[in-house]
């Protein structure tokens, strides 16, 4: 297993481009699978959750290849309707591969999906609406078998905005007949570029990024070219590495209208944060302040993806700090590597409380997930000495070279395998 390992006290002082999001490329690349011509995706994150996606689509049949960062995929030859086990319980996301699978070939087959272990992450959402739309799904033996007895076009209100099982439907319903409606729609950035991606295939969706999406199905949808959108949620991770350390930071292509939540919390703690010609700038201040409470939220809201880096830095603030996880029910395992690290934080179910600041002195830590090793990461950079961040193939699920990124902003890590 990989390992970082970090001298704390370093202040980050520099510039770094923004990667390309993680969670808008994978339902991207999914999607590439309904055109039988070539597809350009550029802006393509190098990441372990990319090159499993690669390893799906080439188990599909598809020509998959890097061509500098434009990752270019071929589904003319493709020939598969199955995702086998072990490709699905790496990366619980491949469920995205649902949706586009039964539009290609009338019929799926796949196994329960795998992924990080942060709660039950069910996907009763996704069968319910692609039932709706004329799919007979059965479940035997771990597989989920899907057959589409009729294209029916559907009104779907989902009881929760998922962003799967929104990205799964828009797969689904874009070649169905007809009309289909998702409302209480999931509106996150990543849902835009996949109807942007979608409409430049060819498919006619309308309202992707409000809580009413409108699909008329089409016949054909053919290969695109497409930039993906900057990671906001990287970006906001090495703005708190920022703020740990206490340095300054530009992010070259960072979108902050995305990220207007995650930066709001960091203005509180203090922080200055300006655009400057495209690149996105913090200022630390000396001290940081605590952010009253904090409540995970579906989008526009508090993304749980940065609730664990933010948790992090808030063990920097001074005064108490409350985080409430409403979106996944296990997702503070990295609250006791934290308080390895000398913080001072308590659980209760959904809610954590931290009081700061605590003095983190460098310790022996483990990732227990692709966030959690992010603040980790952050903790780190704010501890005195040395830490030592075990099962780092968790974060290369999401951050493109994270020790490079660092490094290049003055900040002393090294990966040992
Ligand atoms: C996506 C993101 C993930 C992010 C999450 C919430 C990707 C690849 N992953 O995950 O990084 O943390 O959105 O912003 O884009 N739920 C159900 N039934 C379902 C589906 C979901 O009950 O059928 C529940 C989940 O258990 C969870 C909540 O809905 O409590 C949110 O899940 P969802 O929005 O679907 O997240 P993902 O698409 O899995």
Do not use: W
């Amino acid at each position: 297993m990989s390992r970082f390992i970090i001298e704390g006290g370093r202040k980050m002082e520099g510039e770094i481009n923004a990667q390309g999001s993680k969670n808008a490329v994978l339902p991207i690349l999914a999607a590439t699978i309904m055109s039988d011509g070539k597809n350009m995706i550029y802006n393509c994150p190098r990441l372990r959750d990319v090159d499993m996606t690669i390893e799906v689509l080439k188990n599909l049949g598809c020509r998959a290849d890097f061509d500098g960062g434009c990752l270019e995929v071929d589904a003319s030859d493709i020939s598969g309707y199955t995702i086998p086990d072990e490709l699905m319980r790496q990366m619980r996301s491949s469920i995205i591969f649902l949706g586009a699978i039964i539009a290609r070939f009338g019929r799926a087959e796949i196994s329960m999906p795998g992924g990080c272990e942060i709660g039950i992450r069910p996907i009763d959402l996704h069968l319910a609406a692609l039932e709706k739309l004329g799919v007979d799904i059965t479940e035997s033996h771990g597989f989920i078998h899907c057959v589409r007895k009729k294209q029916i076009p559907a009104d779907i209100h989902l009881d929760f905005p998922s962003v799967g099982a929104t990205e799964n439907i828009m797969l689904a319903a874009c070649m169905t007949d007809g009309i289909t409606t998702i409302d209480n729609a999931a509106r996150e950035p990543e849902i835009v570029d996949l109807g942007r991606f979608l409409n430049r295939m060819g498919a006619k969706i309308k309202g992707a990024g409000t809580d009413r999406i409108t699909i008329s199905g089409v016949h054909k949808l053919y290969g695109a070219a497409h930039t993906i959108i900057p990671d906001r949620i990287v970006c906001a991770t090495y703005l708190a590495c920022a703020m740990a350390s206490g340095g300054t930071l530009a992010i070259k292509g960072a979108n902050p209208k995305d990220m207007g939540a995650m930066l709001s919390v960091l203005r509180n703690m203090g922080a200055e944060i300006y655009e400057d010609r495209k690149k996105l700038v913090i200022l630390s201040p000396k001290k940081l302040k605590s952010i009253g409470t904090i409540k995970t939220m579906p989008y526009p809201g508090f993304p749980t993806d940065i609730q664990s880096p933010f948790m992090a830095l808030a063990t920097q603030c001074d005064g108490s700090s409350v985080f409430v996880e409403n979106i996944f029910e296990n997702r503070f395992r990295h609250t006791e590597e934290l308080v390895r690290m000398g913080a001072d934080i308590k659980t209760d179910g959904r809610v954590a409380v931290v009081i700061g600041k605590s003095a983190l002195t460098g310790a022996r830590v483990a990732a227990p997930d692709l966030r959690g090793g992010a603040a980790l990461a952050v903790a780190a950079l704010a501890a005195e000495g040395r830490t030592e961040i075990d099962n780092i193939t968790y974060v290369d699920r999401g951050y493109e070279a994270m020790e490079n990124v660092l490094s290049s902003c003055g900040i002393e890590i090294k990966r040992r395998e």
